[in-house]
């Protein structure tokens, strides 16, 4: 084995990987960046906040604290869907505060080299407020996922009404 060899066999190695959290909001896969979820629930009943924003489901109380639930469908512009066994809520930090994030269905942690993070494709003109969630896709078991940025999913707007 020359030298090259070793010092090529040395770059695949120190490639970073990131762990992602995958979900499904309707027929399309997502996937967020594991150090951002703090714990993922089971459905439990979200009282509403009269006045909030319309993808803000409510609030629960989790462990003592008030904690703000958004939907994540109604944020990408999909309908609603009824709560089932496999919805869950997401609890995520967003720029430092704990919010939850109702999605229908959480599927798994996968590992990502950086390589494989496709930049999107800029589809979205038509819906600039969407685009800026999405931070790449990745394929995962050769399915297309869409990685989605919480830190962009709220406005510093939103953020403040619901702290």
Do not use: C
Not at 35 to 42: A, I, K
């Amino acid at each position: 084995m020359n030298s090259d060899d070793s010092e090529h066999h040395h770059q695949d190695v120190v490639e970073p990987v990131t762990q992602w959290l995958t979900f499904i909001l309707g027929n399309e896969k997502y996937a967020v960046k594991v150090m951002q979820v703090q714990e993922v629930l089971r459905y439990t009943p979200i009282a509403p906040v009269p006045g909030a924003p319309m993808e803000v489901l409510g609030i629960i109380n989790l462990r003592g604290n008030v904690v703000t639930v958004v939907e994540l469908r109604k944020k990408f512009n999909m309908s609603s869907i009824e709560n089932d066994d496999f919805t869950r809520i997401m609890m995520m930090d967003v720029q430092g505060h704990i919010m939850g994030v109702l999605v229908d269905k959480v599927k798994e942690v996968v590992y990502l080299k950086d390589s494989e993070i496709e930049s999107a494709p800029d589809v979205n003109n038509s819906n600039p407020e969407t685009s800026i969630f999405i931070q790449g896709i990745a394929h995962v078991d050769n399915e297309l996922h869409i990685l989605v940025n919480l830190d962009k999913l709220l406005s510093a707007e939103d953020l403040e009404l619901l702290m």
